[in-house]
């Protein structure tokens, strides 16, 4: 079971911190990802983690603004959200999926089989 938490209302400008928590999986075997729907929009990718967590990966939108990363010994993978923007409103989404130890991270949709069930960001202007 993978529980995402941490969203909420904030203001442009103004930062969050999603948590996602797993459970049932042996969580350092995992690679993970955060993505978000935002209305009338596709599911897209925001980052994603490696299973050693060296290797990250974001959309260019949210560079330089969102961080990544994992708590192995708490199950927990982060999306650190900096500098937010109306434009970063959505519901996201932590996913997970076995991978090799050297695989990189993906924000490919189909990579990942194991989905939570989202935690609402609202960023007003």
């Known amino acids: 079971q993978l529980q995402a938490s941490g969203g909420g209302l904030v203001q442009a400008g103004g930062s969050l911190r999603l948590s996602c928590a797993a459970s049932?999986?042996?969580?350092?075997?995992?690679?993970l990802g955060w993505f978000r729907q935002s209305p009338g929009k596709s599911r897209e990718s925001v980052a994603a983690?490696?299973?050693?967590?060296?290797?990250?990966t974001y959309r260019d939108s949210v560079k330089g603004r969102f961080t990544i990363s994992r708590d192995n010994a708490l199950n927990t993978v982060y999306l650190q959200m900096n500098s937010l923007k109306p434009e970063d409103t959505g519901v996201y989404y932590c996913?997970?999926?076995?991978?090799?130890?050297?695989?990189?991270?993906?924000?490919?949709?189909?990579?990942?089989?194991?989905w939570g069930q989202g935690t609402l960001v609202t960023v007003s202007s």
């Open positions: 996913a997970a999926d076995p991978a090799d130890f050297r695989s990189p991270a993906t924000m490919t949709y189909g990579a990942y089989n194991w």
């Open positions: 983690i490696g299973r050693n967590g060296a290797s990250t």
């Open positions: 049932g999986r042996t969580f350092s075997t995992l690679r």
